[in-house]
């Protein structure tokens, strides 16, 4: 898979993970790819303790991978997605003073 079906995999698989993980609070989901090409998602919710606890959900890496491997990502990629998740909240704070 060359970088632009890849590219294409990952932004079709956003509105299905936003959509499935939205019950456990998240309201937006973006990729970039690191460095060496593989994705890394990043999840945003709306507090610090909703950012805890999807970080301690054992289901949310396994379905963001899921979402990926059928909308076309390769395997290798799948496998070596990284997940981000970070909150409004703490993001607010960074332009406090």
Known sequence: M??????????AAMLPILASLAPAGVTGVHWLPD????????VEVSTEAGR??????????????????RLGLAPEK????RLQVT?????GRLFEE
């Open 78 to 81: 799948v496998l070596a997605l």
């Open 35 to 42: 460095t060496g090409g593989d994705p890394v998602v990043w």
């Open 52 to 69: 805890v606890a999807v970080e301690s959900y054992p289901w949310v890496l396994p379905q963001v991978q899921i979402v990926l491997s």
């Open 87 to 91: 909150s409004a909240e703490a993001q």
């Open 2 to 11: 060359d970088d632009d079906a890849r590219r294409r995999a990952a932004d």
